[in-house]
């Protein structure tokens, strides 16, 4: 069974910091987990998922215009985990954080969607 597990998120002051951490388990990734790029999306209510940032099993990443300087995403690929580490927050950031595992293959896209953690940024 795959999984991708978030973790971290919670209720946070403006100007504060949270880390989310994705930890990605099962057959699949315990051997082909350098093969994903892994992101991190946000959801607004009633809103589309939007990309955050992802990154490449080779550390290339990536970033959403108004998270450029603010967030950092990682990944450990010793421990199958992604992370992203948001500075800043505004309570704009207030939102559903999502961990996503893609790879193609050929023809093939496999895609994959962790649970989400509630990120809240409020006084």
């Known amino acids: 069974q795959v999984q991708l597990v978030e973790s971290g998120g919670g209720l946070v002051q403006p100007g504060g910091s949270l880390r989310l951490s994705c930890a990605a388990s099962?057959?699949?990734?315990?051997?082909?987990?350098?093969?994903?790029?892994m992101a991190w999306y946000r959801q607004f209510p009633g809103k589309q998922r939007e990309l955050v940032a992802s990154i490449t099993s080779g550390g290339s990443t990536n970033y959403a215009d108004s998270m450029k300087g603010r967030f950092t995403i990682s990944r450990d690929n010793a421990k199958n985990t992604v992370y992203l580490q948001m500075n800043s927050l505004e309570p704009e950031d207030t939102a559903v954080y999502y961990c996503?595992?893609?790879?193609?293959?050929?023809?093939?896209?496999?895609?994959?969607w962790g649970q989400g953690t509630q990120v809240t940024v409020s006084s």
């Open positions: 996503n595992a893609r790879r193609v293959v050929l023809a093939s896209v496999n895609n994959y």
């Open positions: 099962g057959s699949i990734f315990s051997t082909f987990f350098t093969n994903y790029v």
